[in-house]
């Protein structure tokens, strides 16, 4: 028995992957992912207003989840008043994401934002990772951060926030800090805004503690916001990565690897032929965004596998038209969030 992953898009651009059913998971080799990409994208589904009793002009940086027929959505937030938070709002249906009640998280008074979120199947616990900052943590002023709950619902229930780790003098720290596990590690990547992806491991029995000096995992014309997951069904990984300068002030990369610890080789890694960008975004209700940024690809499932179905790639991600963010300091550009989803034939 056999199975089609991926599906024909326009002008062609998707090669379809014959997989063989098996029990044993498949190599790069076996898989198949589009050498193109085209998407359209919906217009802004989230905007920021007024939340808790601050004054918001930005929504970014989002993780989400679909559990229990739910959206769970994770998002910074930055204001005026507050510079940074993390908001947490869920719905059914993208058609009321706007009007859903929102919630800034309690666990940290404090800087916190860049959430990522998975349940732990080890722990059974849902994990929230985050960029934070804390007096009492000393220095560095900026680590990686995490929380816990049993109850994603519940904005109330998550744990304060404490640090991953402990970095030792002269590390590199990074920022947007993300998890993904394999069946014995789990692995914690970070960017440094220098072209450069780093790249820590852990047990899954020490974690979150345990985590080994970062080594170098890729180094090319990228920015931040790496975003590593499984492709359901095989042993292959894929990583989209933010970068700058390219069609459009934002826009995204992609690598594969065959394992989390290997070798990273461009699928689409090149200004021309980016994973996304406006050169390959159509606009579909008029043209409201000049960026493709930080962005969360939507997953096949909600634990630290971090899979998605390479058959239906979507990504959740950030934007802002030229003239919005026009004179502005970076944290003062209104940033929403918009869907990409493949381009029909």
Same mark, same amino acid.
């Given at each position: 028995?056999?199975?089609?992953?991926?599906?024909?898009?326009?002008?062609?651009?998707?090669?379809?992957?014959?997989?063989?059913?098996?029990?044993?998971? &498949?190599?790069?080799?076996?898989?198949?992912?589009?050498?193109?990409?085209?998407?359209?994208?919906?217009?802004?589904?989230?905007?920021?207003?007024?939340?808790?009793?601050?004054?918001?002009?930005?929504?970014?940086?989002?993780? @989400?989840?679909?559990?229990?027929?739910?959206?769970? %959505?994770?998002?910074?937030?930055?204001?005026? #008043?507050?510079?940074?938070? @993390?908001?947490?709002?869920?719905?059914? #249906?993208?058609?009321?994401?706007?009007?859903?009640?929102?919630?800034?998280?309690?666990?940290?008074?404090?800087?916190?934002?860049?959430?990522?979120?998975?349940?732990?199947?080890?722990?059974?616990?849902?994990?929230?990772?985050?960029?934070?900052?804390?007096? $009492?943590?000393?220095?560095?002023?900026?680590?990686?951060?995490?929380?816990?709950?049993?109850?994603?619902?519940?904005?109330?229930?998550?744990?304060?926030?404490?640090?991953?780790?402990?970095?030792?003098?002269?590390?590199?720290?990074? &920022?947007?800090?993300?998890? @993904?596990?394999?069946?014995?590690? $789990?692995?914690?990547?970070?960017?440094?805004?220098?072209?450069?992806?780093?790249?820590?491991?852990?047990?899954?029995?020490?974690?979150?503690?345990?985590?080994?000096?970062?080594?170098?995992?890729?180094?090319?014309?990228?920015?931040?916001?790496?975003?590593?997951?499984?492709?359901? /069904?095989?042993?292959?990984?894929?990583?989209?990565?933010?970068?700058?300068?390219?069609? /459009?002030?934002?826009?995204?990369?992609?690598?594969?690897?065959?394992?989390?610890?290997?070798?990273?080789?461009?699928?689409? $890694?090149?200004?021309?032929?980016?994973?996304?960008? &406006?050169?390959?975004?159509?606009?579909?209700?008029?043209?409201?965004?000049?960026?493709?940024?930080?962005?969360?690809?939507?997953?096949? /499932?909600?634990?630290?596998?971090?899979?998605?179905?390479?058959?239906? &790639?979507? %990504?959740?991600?950030?934007?802002?038209?030229?003239?919005?963010? $026009? /004179?502005?300091?970076?944290?003062?550009?209104?940033?929403?969030?918009?869907?990409?989803?493949?381009?029909?034939?």
């Amino acid at each position: 028995m056999t199975r089609i992953l991926g599906r024909r898009m326009a002008c062609g651009t998707w090669i379809m992957a014959i997989l063989c059913a098996s029990s044993s998971p &498949l190599s790069a080799a076996e898989v198949s992912l589009p050498t193109q990409f085209q998407w359209r994208s919906s217009g802004p589904l989230l905007t920021a207003r007024d939340v808790d009793g601050w004054r918001w002009h930005a929504v970014k940086d989002p993780s @989400i989840v679909r559990h229990n027929d739910r959206w769970h %959505l994770f998002t910074t937030v930055r204001g005026t #008043d507050r510079s940074h938070a @993390i908001m947490y709002c869920s719905f059914g #249906d993208w058609s009321v994401a706007e009007t859903a009640p929102r919630r800034i998280l309690p666990m940290h008074a404090g800087y916190f934002c860049a959430p990522q979120v998975f349940w732990f199947t080890p722990h059974r616990k849902w994990y929230l990772i985050c960029q934070a900052s804390d007096p $009492a943590w000393g220095e560095p002023a900026y680590r990686a951060a995490f929380s816990t709950t049993e109850k994603i619902e519940a904005p109330d229930s998550w744990s304060p926030l404490s640090p991953l780790f402990t970095p030792e003098r002269g590390e590199k720290i990074g &920022l947007d800090f993300w998890v @993904i596990c394999d069946d014995a590690r $789990a692995h914690l990547f970070s960017t440094t805004n220098d072209g450069r992806m780093w790249r820590r491991e852990t047990t899954l029995a020490d974690f979150p503690r345990g985590w080994s000096r970062p080594v170098l995992a890729l180094h090319d014309d990228v920015f931040e916001a790496s975003h590593t997951y499984r492709l359901v /069904g095989t042993s292959q990984y894929l990583t989209i990565i933010e970068a700058q300068g390219g069609h /459009g002030w934002r826009y995204y990369k992609a690598y594969v690897a065959d394992r989390l610890d290997g070798a990273w080789q461009p699928l689409t $890694a090149t200004r021309d032929n980016a994973f996304a960008a &406006l050169n390959n975004v159509r606009q579909s209700t008029g043209r409201w965004t000049d960026s493709i940024s930080h962005g969360e690809l939507l997953r096949h /499932g909600v634990d630290e596998r971090l899979e998605v179905d390479p058959a239906n &790639l979507r %990504l959740l991600y950030q934007g802002v038209s030229d003239a919005d963010r $026009a /004179g502005k300091q970076y944290g003062d550009i209104p940033w929403r969030l918009g869907l990409l989803e493949p381009e029909a034939p």
